[in-house]
């Protein structure tokens, strides 16, 4: 809404409104209502290219944007704030911000040092058919063969899966058929859901990269050029909008807006890590205490999380 596209969006978001989190083998459960919470949708899943597209054609409709196609950027200059582009245009500015992704041309560029975490694991995209339609509830499992996290869409017996699994259980799971994988998610999914049928869409490559700093001189990193997370908590585009909202209050001061921004992104960052505790399973499982599941049992934890993963906390 404040960035004003989400009528342009309702048409194709299919609302959330209820997300259940547990795992295989185990009692914990957590438990998030839209009801609960006493807001309209936990959250939305939009078809990223319509997100894309109307992000963009909403920021070129604005008079003094002026946007330019880029092939390459070759050099930047933080002494003249200059940025060479397509080999020879010079750009001169007195900020710039890059938000070019995971492989950040501009963070090379700068010589900005990485962290980098876990380079092999992967996340398979599946659409599921439903023999019933889905109640608006999007559910995470965590299994020995990895994190299945289920999505509703906006026909009502279709479902997104996102199947999230290290470099060892992909390596496990190879041999399965397709029948092979229908059975395991029919069986993990039991009771709750009527899968008929999978179909594989894509696949990405996952790793944490934190860069480790975000601000340089007059410069910015921003969106997954600063910080590329786990799928797990599905917080990487929020932390991408939360990077923008703070840079438009902070932009006069970099230190400043480095400052803020670190402190919130470091709250997702041990969300995702401790989600991702339970990933190799049951290796950690067993050896974990009071964890991410045990919260439904203490309400205002788990009010306080809710907030924070909708993107309503500070
Ligand atoms: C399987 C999966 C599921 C996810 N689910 C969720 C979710 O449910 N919720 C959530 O919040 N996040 C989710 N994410 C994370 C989310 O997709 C990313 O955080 C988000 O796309 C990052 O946006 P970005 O614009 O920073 O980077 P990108 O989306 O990578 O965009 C970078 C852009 O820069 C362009 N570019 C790169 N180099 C150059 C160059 N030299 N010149 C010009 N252009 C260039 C690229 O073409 C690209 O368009 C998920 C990610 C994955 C992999």
Same mark, same amino acid.
């Given at each position: ?132 339609? !889905?109640?608006?509830?999007? %559910?995470?499992?965590?299994? #020995?063969?990895?994190? @299945?996290?289920? +999505? *509703? $869409? ?109 402190? !919130?992104?470091?709250?997702? %960052?041990?969300?995702?890590? #401790?989600?991702?505790? @339970?990933?190799? +399973? *049951? $290796? ?31």
């Amino acid at each position: 809404t404040t960035l004003g596209v989400w009528d342009a969006l309702e048409a194709v978001a299919c609302p959330i409104l209820s997300v259940h989190v547990s795992e295989a083998g185990r009692l914990g459960v957590a438990r998030f209502s839209a009801h609960e919470q006493k807001v309209p949708a936990l959250g939305y899943v939009v078809p990223y290219h319509t997100l894309q597209k109307t992000l963009y054609e909403k920021m070129a409709s604005h008079k003094n944007v002026f946007v330019k196609s880029i092939q390459s950027v070759d050099a930047i200059d933080l002494n003249t704030n200059t940025i060479t582009i397509n080999q020879t245009q010079k750009i001169q500015t007195d900020l710039i911000i890059a938000a070019d992704g995971t492989q950040s041309t501009c963070r090379r560029l700068l010589a900005i040092p990485v962290i980098e975490k876990n380079p092999k694991d992967i996340a398979e995209i599946h659409t599921l058919t439903l023999s019933e339609p !889905h109640t608006h509830t999007a %559910y995470e499992r965590f299994t #020995e063969y990895g994190v @299945l996290a289920v +999505l *509703p $869409l906006l026909e009502k017996n279709k479902m997104q899966l996102v199947w999230t699994m290290t470099e060892r259980i992909a390596e496990k799971i190879k041999t399965w058929d397709e029948e092979h994988r229908l059975q395991f998610l029919q069986q993990t999914f039991e009771g709750r859901l009527a899968i008929q049928t999978m179909k594989k869409i894509s696949e990405f490559p996952l790793k944490t990269l934190i860069a480790k700093q975000q601000t340089l001189s007059s410069f910015v990193l921003l969106g997954n050029a600063a910080h590329t997370i786990y799928p797990v908590a599905a917080q990487g585009f929020n932390l991408g909008l939360r990077d923008v909202s703070l840079l438009q209050q902070y932009f006069l001061d970099l230190p400043l807006y480095e400052k803020k921004v670190s402190t !919130h992104q470091k709250k997702i %960052y041990n969300i995702t890590s #401790e989600l991702l505790g @339970l990933f190799e +399973l *049951p $290796l950690v499982g067993c050896a974990r205490g009071a964890g991410l599941l045990n919260v439904d049992l203490i309400k205002p934890i788990k009010n306080k999380l809710a907030k924070r993963l909708m993107g309503m906390a500070p």
